[in-house]
């Protein structure tokens, strides 16, 4: 399971790479794209980061619930409740992954095709 904090600087460095080879290579983009992708991946990170937060405090809650009566139904039921919360973060963190490959390939795709229109015009 990859880690928050590594899909985020996965990102983050795919995106600085991405940039500088468009810079390079293409015109700059629009700040609108620029907005978009902007709050696309902070509204993913943001998630991810509740989920974890909310992952973690059930954690402490289940640890308390269990010193107390570790057969009792609270602890049963904080059990379900971390399960789900856990479940919900690994597709959270699958999708944030996903936003950084989606953003690597369109990168890729974009600077591959004003390159051949590059080699094709010096021709």
């Known amino acids: 399971q990859v880690g928050i904090d590594t899909v985020a600087e ?6 600085s ?3 500088t ?5 293409l ?3 629009s700040p609108k794209q620029l907005v978009l992708a902007e709050i696309s991946q902070n509204v993913t990170a943001n998630a991810v ?4 937060e909310k992952v973690d405090d059930l954690r ?6 269990e010193a107390k009566a570790p057969e009792g139904a609270e602890a049963l039921e904080l059990q379900r409740k971390l399960d789900t919360a856990s479940h919900k973060l690994t597709h959270a963190q699958r999708d944030l992954g996903a936003v950084a ?6 990168t ?7 390159l051949e229109g590059l080699k094709a015009a010096a021709a």
């Open 10 to 15: 996965s990102v983050r460095s795919v995106q």
């Open 17 to 19: 790479r991405a940039s």
């Open 21 to 25: 080879r468009l810079s390079s290579h």
């Open 27 to 29: 015109p700059p983009v």
């Open 49 to 52: 980061s509740s989920l974890k």
């Open 60 to 65: 402490q809650k289940l640890r308390k619930a």
């Open 101 to 106: 490959l989606g953003i690597a390939e369109k």
């Open 108 to 114: 890729r795709a974009r600077v591959t095709q004003e």
